[in-house]
């Protein structure tokens, strides 16, 4: 419980409370940088199902996934209070987008090396089957258009891929995707447009007229 100032405006000890209930990023940051190991530990359960959903898209399985994620959050503490040391701390801190990163390049390599997703499985397509009433023909047929969805995210350009996987998988905005890759807003904006499109031609069997 916080006790504040009589004088001290309503609005204001509400705002004092929540953050000291959730403190920003920025507070563990620098928690960490002063000893406290266990505020890096927050900041993995801030961002874990984050950074999850981001790795499985180039995974095959979800202890792929798993195991890249513990890799991104691994590597972010090896190098975190040297790269800690280096941020404005008058600014807001780029760690969600630094984080992103270094889970987008273990994700990309990890693709790269040919753990790419797989076509289901019957031992998948059971697993998937949640419904009991579901029909096995019903499955097959739903795994089978995840299958097509899942390799036409793999055909798609790597900067399309790399915006769609951010926005999709990951619930970036736009600006943050900016940031992270690196390009503008706008051409962010553009490159998802282009990949959105390029998908739904994909799956319909359509011939698409801009592959870039």
Do not use: Y
């Amino acid at each position: 419980m916080t006790v504040s100032d009589p004088e001290e405006p309503a609005g204001r000890a509400r705002l004092t409370l929540a953050s000291a209930q959730a403190p920003s990023d920025e507070a563990l940051c620098q928690a960490f940088l002063d000893g406290d190991e266990a505020a890096f530990a927050t900041l993995v359960e801030r961002h874990r199902k984050l950074v999850f959903s981001l790795v499985r898209r180039f995974a095959p399985r979800p202890e792929d996934a798993a195991d890249l994620a513990q890799q991104a959050f691994l590597r972010a503490l090896e190098s975190s209070k040297r790269v800690f040391g280096r941020w404005n701390w008058s600014s807001p801190t780029p760690f969600r987008s630094w984080l992103v990163r270094i889970a987008l390049n273990l994700a990309k390599n990890h693709a790269r090396q040919g753990n790419r997703w797989r076509p289901a499985v019957l031992t998948e397509v059971e697993n998937a089957a949640v419904d009991p009433h579901e029909s096995a023909q019903e499955a097959l047929e739903r795994a089978e258009q995840a299958r097509q969805v899942q390799a036409a995210v793999l055909a798609l350009p790597r900067r399309q891929r790399e915006v769609l996987t951010l926005r999709v998988d990951a619930g970036l905005p736009f600006k943050d995707i900016a940031e992270t890759l690196g390009i503008t807003e706008n051409n962010a904006k553009v490159q998802f447009h282009h990949a959105v499109k390029r998908l739904r031609a994909e799956v319909a069997g359509a011939p698409e007229e801009n592959r870039e």
